[in-house]
């Protein structure tokens, strides 16, 4: 396992169609976050799980947007009516979470980046 | 509003200077990274700091967290051209790292 992977690298999809990604962690992980990066901008933050459960969920993940992680190992993220502005870099992330973990640090996959033409 | 403000947005540089980029906010963070990104791939963790004050090295780059943990500094000496990318910082709120609010990010190119 050499580090948190992302499926499929592009996405090209018509408007009005429905799209899904894949992200599986780093193996002993137990977080794994969701952001979404357009051009010139940083990162910004969509959702969050911690094991199965969804912690955190942000207001810019509207209704079309959802997320699942069912057995706390991979998650998808499927956004539904793709519009153009959904075009972006969908990026994954991973960490370690435990009370004794003070340094805890997130590894990012090389993201999926969708078009919607 | 970003809640990280980064600075400057673009530097570009002669290979051998030395180059400071810039974290600030009104907020205090628990934690802030440093990430560098390059065209169409995933940010790359380079370095965290959690305690105010405290300073971190990395070959040639040096990171330092305010005092207030409300800022942050990526420093580096003598450039090179493999150092062009996106330097991200990026920091956490919570108690757990949790949610990462990122600064826009410094394009910083190096030239020959």
């Known amino acids: 396992d050499t580090g948190v992977s992302q499926n499929p690298r592009h996405k090209i999809t018509k408007r009005g169609q429905n799209v899904t990604f894949r992200c599986d962690p780093i193996?002993?992980?137990?977080?794994l976050y969701w952001y979404r990066q357009t051009l010139g901008q940083g990162p910004e933050f969509l959702t969050y799980?911690?094991?199965?459960?969804?912690?955190?969920k942000s207001r810019l993940l509207s209704d079309r947007f959802s997320a699942e992680r069912p057995k706390g190992s991979f998650s998808t993220l499927e956004i539904q009516r793709t519009e153009q502005g959904d075009s972006a870099m969908y990026l994954c992330?991973?960490?370690?979470?435990?009370?004794?973990?003070?340094?805890?640090?997130?590894?990012f996959g090389q993201g999926t980046r969708l078009t919607v033409v | 509003t970003q809640l990280l403000e980064q600075s400057p947005q673009f530097l570009s540089i002669q290979e051998g200077e030395n180059l400071t980029v810039y974290c600030n906010s009104s907020?205090?963070?628990?934690?802030l990274q440093w990430y560098r990104q390059e065209p169409g791939e995933g940010p790359v963790l380079l370095v965290t700091?959690?305690?105010?004050?405290e300073v971190k090295k990395l070959k040639r780059l040096t990171f330092q967290f305010g005092d207030a943990r409300k800022d942050s500094s990526l420093h580096i000496t003598a450039a090179q051209p493999g150092d062009t990318g996106l330097y991200l910082c990026?920091?956490?709120?919570?108690?757990?790292?949790?949610?990462?609010?990122f600064g826009r990010g410094t394009q910083l190119t190096v030239w020959p």
């Open positions: 992330a991973s960490s370690f979470y435990s009370r004794a973990e003070v340094r805890e640090e997130a590894f």
């Open positions: 193996s002993e992980h137990n977080r």
């Open positions: 799980f911690q094991n199965e459960a969804q912690l955190e």
């Open positions: 907020s205090v963070f628990s934690s």
């Open positions: 700091v959690v305690t105010g004050g």
């Open positions: 990026a920091g956490s709120r919570g108690s757990t790292l949790g949610r990462l609010y």
